[in-house]
Nanobody
């Protein structure tokens, strides 16, 4: 079994900062791309940022220049530094990872965390 556990959500005023973490644990050999997704109230989940195992990053247009995604492969952990937060950044942030699992054979799995709520007040 492979698990992703997010931490770091909370309530912050507009213009403030928050940092999220996503730690992977379980039976796996390696993690390929990891990503952060956001689901705002009443909207579909959308990609915020992702990062490959080699460190290449991709950002949704509205967060470019404000958010930074990073990862520590030795710790199997991904981070999201969110600065200059806006009310429209509010939502449940979930992490996602493509993991080479060793449970019941070697195979690629797509794994999701449980999500952490970020609320930005105006």
């Amino acid at each position: 079994q492979v698990q992703l556990v997010e931490s770091g959500g909370g309530l912050v005023q507009a213009g403030g900062s928050l940092s999220l973490s996503c730690a992977a644990s379980g039976s796996f050999l390696t993690i390929a791309t990891m990503g952060w997704y956001r689901q705002a109230p009443g909207k579909q989940r959308q990609l915020v940022a992702n990062i490959t195992s080699s460190g290449s990053t991709n950002y949704e247009d509205s967060v470019k220049g404000r958010f930074t995604v990073s990862r520590d492969n030795a710790k199997n952990t991904m981070y999201l530094q969110m600065n200059s937060l806006k009310p429209e950044d509010t939502g449940v942030y979930s992490c996602n990872a493509r993991v080479l699992s060793t449970l019941r054979g070697i195979r690629w799995l797509e794994v999701w965390g449980q999500g952490t709520l970020v609320t930005v007040s105006s």
